[in-house]
């Protein structure tokens, strides 16, 4: 998403100086972010949909990439590992949930962080791929937003559009019955598609001259 979504947001201090400490139980950083309730929804509603977190200091100078982050539970020390944007993949751990499992950081004293949530669609292998199959993750992603929000879904963000990026030119067909639908990437090699309720029930072939390097659900702007 070209905006992260906003809901649940996670404040989040560090203590000490340059070296790795205590930073936040791991319970409470699993249950605050809602990962187990997204985690337990049914594989089926959440097949389509690819959900990552994404750490932002406060300070611009940190690096997200830079920073440490580790779960040290009874059977030792598991490391978080971050990309160079700050992202992370973190699925519920039950044992670590029961027992007094802390996450670790290696963040200078003092400074503050945000947690926020990447929320993509998943691309099927290859270049080709039935229209449902990448353009359903549109609404699934919704639906999932609102269970995992509970009463608060009002407020949630809905996503609208999936953003195609790729790391060239590419054009992307839709072979519909009507007619093929192309669509070629802008200057910064993204294309930008809202599903249509007519193509997702007709169900199409899409073909890529290129795979996508990810795809991004967003909001409106």
């Known amino acids: 998403m070209k905006k992260l979504l906003p809901v649940f947001l996670l404040l989040l201090a560090s203590s000490a100086i340059a070296q790795e400490r205590e930073w936040i139980p791991y319970k409470k950083f699993v249950e605050s972010l809602k990962l187990d309730k997204y985690y337990s929804l049914p594989a089926a509603q959440r097949d389509k949909i690819d959900l990552s977190l994404k750490i932002i200091p406060q300070n611009k100078a ?24 700050g992202r992370m993949h973190v699925v519920p751990n039950a044992k670590w949930l029961a027992e ?7 963040m200078p ?18 270049t080709q791929w039935p229209y449902a199959n990448l353009m359903g993750s549109v609404e699934q992603s919704n639906e999932a937003i609102g269970k995992v929000a509970g009463a608060f879904s009002l407020f949630a963000p809905k996503m609208k559009w999936i953003v195609l990026k790729f790391d060239q030119p590419a054009k992307v ?25 007519a193509l997702l029930k007709e169900n199409p072939l899409m ?15």
């Open 100 to 106: 007094d499992a802390k996450i670790m950081t290696t």
């Open 207 to 221: 073909v890529a001259t290129a795979r996508p390097l990810e795809a991004e659900l967003m909001e409106d702007e």
């Open 62 to 85: 940190i690096k997200p990439g830079d920073i440490g982050l580790a779960v040290v539970h009874s059977g030792g020390r598991t490391p978080l590992p971050l990309d160079a944007e």
């Open 109 to 126: 004293t003092g400074e503050k962080a945000r947690m926020a949530y990447i929320l993509n669609a998943l691309v099927p292998a290859g």
């Open 173 to 197: 067909t839709v072979q519909a019955r009507a007619g093929a639908l192309q669509y070629a990437t802008d200057a910064k090699h993204q294309i930008r598609l809202k599903p249509d309720n």
